[in-house]
């Protein structure tokens, strides 16, 4: 049976089709988790294998192994963590290429202009509010003693370290998380509804991000990039947008550099305000001229919600990889 297609159960007597759609999605669930599985490895194991290559070859010192850039200086270490990171995001891609008659790039429908245009800077502007929304969040988590992990520190006042960021902070996200997890998850749960789709993969998108101050912000982008996705039909839209806010954060971040702490907050404050403002603006006209192509698809299946639900719940790989996500997260903290 094409893992996309269900409609061969409405040959089915209700009781039985009924069965077989809980089957069907219990096991495009499973093939999710083992996906997310699969990722949660590949993160543990990629950026060893790639430092046990490097001592192997002498290209690291085992003595630098525990110093700052591996003893390399940050161009090297970027280097060594821009391949693990491919590695890490490319194990779970390929078990998606041996799954036969499935393109993660896969629907690639011409956008509607004003569509495509006002998507993106409304989406734009979601993830600089969702910046907003988990700064105070963090803020409320600290009063309660819960302290979120700092930040890795990479960036160096460098031309080489900014494009270095740049493609492995903006480019390689972009593309390879919204193979994965618009392309693939979000894909596989379309029959059972857009919304029901967009959720549970941008829960699974935030969960995969492994600790407190960014599984927030990552639900909420994740949410916006899948209500793209699924709106236009093209996935390069939400990896446009995707890398659109990565950079951002990377620009920014250079540019503190060259300003105190004091004007890289106001420069950084009035650029998430701007685009916010904008992508209000953006929703309302796409509210006013395109309300009929903003329509989610309902749940194409003929499943009840809580039918849905039993049969995520009900797949071990599904249910096991978030677990696994939960304990990372809480191990990070």
Known sequence: MDILDPSSFDQLQPVEAKKNKRSFLRSNANFSGLLMLVLVVSFQLAFPIVLAVCVLFGIVSWDAVNLPY????????????????????????????????????????????????????????????????????????????????????????????FVLNLVVMAVLPALLEELVFRGCVLRLLRSYGDLFAVVVSSVLFGLMHGNIRQIPFAIIVGLVLGWLYVITDNIWMSILVHFTNNAISVVCEYLEFSMTSSEAG?????????????????????????????????NAIGLSFWNRVYSLITAPAFVGSVALFIVLMLLEM
């Open 70 to 161: 591996l003893g390399l200086g940050n161009t090297a270490y970027l280097i060594i963590y821009t391949l693990a990171y491919v590695l890490a995001m490319g194990a779970p891609l390929l078990l998606l290429l041996g799954r036969r008659g499935f393109n993660p790039l896969s629907p690639t429908k011409r956008v509607h202009v004003g569509v495509g245009t006002l998507g993106f800077v409304t989406a734009v502007g979601v993830c600089m509010l969702a910046n907003v929304i988990t700064s105070y969040l963090l803020a409320l988590l600290s009063e309660v003693g819960i302290q979120a992990p700092p930040p890795p520190q990479m960036m160096v006042n460098t031309p080489v370290s």
């Open 266 to 298: 106001a420069l950084y404050f009035n650029v998430i305000l701007r685009l916010i403002g904008a992508g209000l603006v953006a929703l309302g006209l796409l509210m006013i001229f395109f309300r009929r192509r903003l329509e989610l698809r309902k």
